[in-house]
């Protein structure tokens, strides 16, 4: 696919900024005005919401469009609203809407996506498309597919954190990893943070701000209300016009790259010594597992299971020790271990079983 940018770049990311959802047209107008008076670049605003449960708020309709037609034209901010099937794409062109996003639970499913592409087949407008509420990046990568195959070249991700069974501070578990693999495989992808679904209360949204910043996206996503508490949906997640300024104020800029001889000739010396470390990890892992494989042959002829917890156990208890000395948190230990662990146990299956067909994992 070949991207061209939704927004053109500047010397800081690019900011997204409106309501959760249109209420009134006061409240969109009024919010606007702020937002365009701080310099933002888009405004958004949900005009259909998709809840959870019925019989909730859910978004003002199609009258909400022309509030976002007055914005334009009142403060020349250029407008983008969420839409989920064929009606809200030819509402929303209709409206003068600048820019189209597909929310988190149509990108979810393939049968929506294609109907919105469907839609928009043809039209020269840019679309945002979030990630799907599980995380999925295939099924995210699909529905940009979906977009671009509709002959939409302007095209922007969105993530905006993923669902989450469990404990976590976090309303969408963010799954950084996952938004930087889609940066890797489509790096003229321009992708935006929406920090507000991510963290669902205000008080982590500077943090998670810093953080898209740190890892070079390209804009920020952020619900902002007039009075928040009063929100008619999301109302914990969304700041004041002024509490937006004054976070946006305190994030640091970072840069993508700079020509400043001493920071490169620095990095490559840096650079160097990781690379070297790397392949020791990967030598020793290589040794590691040649291990697994004498001892898998030797199991085998004495005829006990590969399993052994106790041994596991041991391993694992001296492995956070060490690493808690070394300044490595008990997760990063555990996960390395776990797929260490799960490499070893998949060679010496493999020595301990070779004439048995692999039917599946
Ligand atoms: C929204 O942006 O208000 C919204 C509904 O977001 P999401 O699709 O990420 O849940
Ligand atoms: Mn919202």
């Given at each position: 696919m070949?991207?061209?940018?939704?927004?053109?770049?500047?010397?800081?990311?690019?900011?997204?900024?409106?309501?959760?959802?249109?209420?009134?047209?006061?409240?969109?107008?009024a919010t606007a005005r702020a937002l365009a008076a701080q310099g933002v670049d888009l405004f958004r605003a949900g005009i259909w919401k998709p809840r959870t449960k019925p019989g909730g708020f859910e978004g003002v309709g199609t009258v909400g469009l022309k509030w976002l037609k007055k914005v334009k034209e009142e403060t020349g901010l250029p407008v983008t609203t969420e839409v989920a099937n064929t009606q809200h794409v030819f509402d929303a062109l209709k409206h003068g809407i600048d820019v189209l996003w597909v929310g988190a639970r149509t990108t979810v499913n393939p049968f929506s996506v294609q109907e919105v592409a469907d839609a928009i087949s043809g039209v020269d407008i840019p679309v945002m498309v979030k990630n799907p509420v599980n995380a999925d990046l295939k099924l995210w990568i699909g529905a940009i597919e979906r977009i671009y195959a509709?002959?939409?070249?302007?095209?922007?991700?969105?993530?905006?954190?993923?669902?989450?069974?469990?404990?976590?501070?976090?309303?969408?578990?963010?799954?950084?990893?996952?938004?930087?693999?889609?940066?890797?495989?489509?790096?003229?992808?321009?992708?935006?943070?929406?920090?507000?679904?991510?963290?669902?209360?205000?008080?982590?949204?500077?943090?998670?701000?810093?953080?898209?910043?740190?890892?070079?996206?390209?804009g920020l996503m952020t619900e902002v209300h007039p009075c928040p508490d009063e929100a008619w949906s999301d109302a914990a997640q969304q700041v004041t016009p002024f509490d937006y300024q004054e976070m946006v104020a305190h994030l640091n800029i970072r840069h993508s790259s700079t020509t400043d001889a001493g920071y490169l000739q620095t990095m490559e010396h840096l650079r160097h010594q990781i690379d070297d470390i790397d392949e020791d990890l990967l030598n020793l892992l290589g040794a590691r597992m040649r291990l697994a494989d004498q001892i898998g042959e030797y199991k085998k002829a004495n005829n006990i299971s590969i399993f052994q917890p106790t041994r596991w156990n041991e391993i694992l208890e001296k492995a956070f020790?060490?690493?808690?000395?070394?300044?490595?948190?008990?997760?990063?230990?555990e996960t390395v271990l776990r797929a260490i662990h799960k490499e070893s146990i998949d060679h010496q299956a493999k020595v301990m079983n070779e004439e048995i067909v692999e039917v599946g994992n």
């Open positions: 070949d991207f061209k940018p939704v927004f053109t770049k500047k010397e800081r990311p690019v900011l997204i900024a409106g309501p959760c959802s249109a209420e009134t047209e006061e409240q969109v107008l509709a002959g939409i070249t302007r095209i922007a991700a969105i993530h905006r954190g993923f669902s989450f069974h469990g404990d976590t501070k976090y309303r969408n578990v963010p799954h950084w990893q996952l938004a930087l693999e889609l940066k890797r495989l489509f790096p003229d992808l321009q992708v935006i943070c929406d920090h507000s679904h991510i963290c669902g209360r205000r008080d982590l949204l500077a943090g998670v701000a810093q953080r898209a910043f740190d890892l070079d996206y390209d020790e060490k690493g808690e000395e070394k300044g490595l948190s008990k997760g990063f230990v």
